[in-house]
């Protein structure tokens, strides 16, 4: 019996299992994505030792795209005068500013607000977690 020579041994790993493309990002996705991306990152430039004494002075940044106030949230975080010349919360400020344009304009039809409570957004979320059918 005659074994294969590498030539049909390499076609067959090269041919192989066609690769999955992963799905595009929905606006939905994009801005959840961005949103928890912003309020990581409004998280750690508050917990490290800022530099910058106005860090503590900015407005507190936790993110929920389901209550109607983050568009109010975002508008004032943007604009608020503290820290103009610090990189992490220029970096902050124009992910902000591309999350306010992105819901109010290119993914205005696929939002959905839940909640009405601007005062929900001065704390961070609370993390759920769901039990396994056993364990309730």
């Known amino acids: 019996m005659r074994t294969p020579g590498p030539l049909p041994v390499l076609l067959l790993l090269l041919a192989g ?8 990002p929905t606006c939905y996705s994009r801005m959840r994505a961005l949103s928890q991306e912003i309020t990581r990152d ?3 430039l508050q917990s490290s030792a800022p530099s910058e ?8 940044l936790y993110l929920d795209i389901h209550n109607y106030c983050v568009l109010d949230k975002l ?31 290119f993914c205005r039809r696929d939002l959905v607000f839940l909640l ?12 759920t977690t769901v039990l396994p059918d056993h364990q309730r």
């Not at 299992?17 to 595009?24: C, D, F, I, N, S």
């Not at 601007?118 to 993390?127: G, N, T």
């Open 116 to 127: 009405d409570d601007c005062s929900a957004l001065e704390y961070p979320i609370p993390v």
């Open 75 to 105: 508008q004032d975080f943007v604009a608020s005068p503290q820290c103009w010349k610090v990189a992490q919360v220029d970096s902050l400020k124009d992910k902000a500013r591309k999350l306010y344009t992105i819901m109010n304009s």
């Open 42 to 44: 409004f998280q750690l």
């Open 53 to 60: 004494p106005c860090v503590r002075y900015l407005p507190r």
């Open 17 to 24: 299992v066609p690769t999955a493309r992963p799905t595009p």
